[in-house]
């Protein structure tokens, strides 16, 4: 559960820099589930031009967002801080320490 609300956390900072023409991409924004890491996907079958406009696309003149790069950037510092919380959250439940 840890890393599934780090994943939702990135992935709310990463939509709130998505570009935003119709939201369609900002809407696939999501982060996962899992037990031991966190991972934001963005696009899906009906929005496969995530990827395009994250890293650009010079043939089609389309400039890199990197929103997914700046949501990393400001993950940075929170990601350790929720984990490390969130551990000594579990030792306290568990009264390990």
Sequence with gaps: ????????????????FAPVRSGALRDT???????????????????????????GWPARNIAPALFLQKADEEMADRAPKMLEDGIAKLIAERELG
């Excluded at 559960?1 to 709130?16: R, T």
């Design 29 to 55: 924004i999501r982060g996962n589930r899992a037990k031991n890491k966190a991972v934001i996907t963005a696009g899906r079958a009906r929005v496969p031009y995530a990827g395009a406009i994250n890293y």
């Design 1 to 16: 559960m840890l890393f599934a609300e780090i994943a939702k956390d990135g992935a709310e900072v990463a939509s709130s």
